[in-house]
C-alpha cells in the first residue's frame, strides 16, 4: 500500500513561494492508478513527487510500511514505483542531464545519435516512436547525462 501524509510541494515563482500541493493525504491499495483532473492541477507533480523526481516540500511518502520519502529514484523503481512519462523528449533530456538546458544543447544530443533535432525535440515519448527511435532518445539521455562508459546488451553486430 502507498500512503502520503500531508504532502506539500512549493517553487520559488518571480521571487515569491508558489504552492503547487498543499496538505494531500492519500491512500492507494491499487497496483496501478490514473490521476485525473483538469490542466495545472497538480497530477504531473505529484506524480513525480511519488516517484521520487521531485521531492516534497513537507510531508511523507510511505510504502508497504517503510518510508520511502528520501529514496532515489532508482531504489523506488526496485520497490515498484514507476512513472510513465507522457512528456516531450527535451524534458527527458533535461531531466537526464540534471540540470536546466537550453532547446539548443537538447538537440546537440539528439543530432548525435541521428535523430533530426526538430522532428524530436517536442515530441511526446509514446507508442507512436519505434524502438530504434526510443533507443536512441534513451542514448541521448545517457549522453545528456555525462555518463563516462555505457554498456548496451544488443545482439552481436559488427562494431568498428
Not at 506524480?47 to 510531508?59: C, M, V
Not at 523506488?76 to 507522457?86: C, E, P, T
Not at 515530441?123 to 524502438?131: F, I, M, P, T
Request: with cysteine; net charge negative.
Amino acid at each position: 500500500m502507498l500512503e502520503l501524509k500531508d504532502i506539500c510541494f512549493n517553487v520559488r515563482q518571480d521571487s515569491k513561494e508558489k504552492e503547487i500541493l498543499k496538505n494531500i493525504n492519500l491512500k492507494i491499495d491499487e497496483r496501478f492508478v490514473a490521476i485525473t483532473g483538469p490542466n495545472g492541477g497538480g497530477k504531473s507533480t505529484l506524480a513525480k513527487i511519488i516517484a521520487g523526481i521531485e521531492k516534497p516540500t513537507s510531508g511523507k511518502i510511505i510504502l508497504d510500511g517503510e518510508d520511502i520519502t528520501d529514496l532515489s529514484i532508482t531504489d523506488r523503481a526496485n520497490k515498484g514505483v514507476s512513472f510513465a512519462f507522457q512528456q516531450p523528449v527535451k524534458d527527458l533530456i533535461t531531466l537526464a542531464s540534471g540540470k536546466k538546458i537550453t532547446i539548443a544543447e537538447a538537440c546537440s544530443y539528439l543530432s548525435e545519435v541521428g535523430l533530426c533535432a526538430k522532428d524530436y525535440i517536442n515530441r511526446e515519448v509514446n507508442a507512436s516512436l519505434s524502438g530504434g527511435e526510443l533507443k536512441r532518445i534513451e542514448i541521448a539521455m545517457i549522453i545528456a547525462r555525462g555518463t563516462k562508459l555505457s554498456l548496451f546488451d544488443e545482439p552481436e553486430a559488427g562494431i568498428d
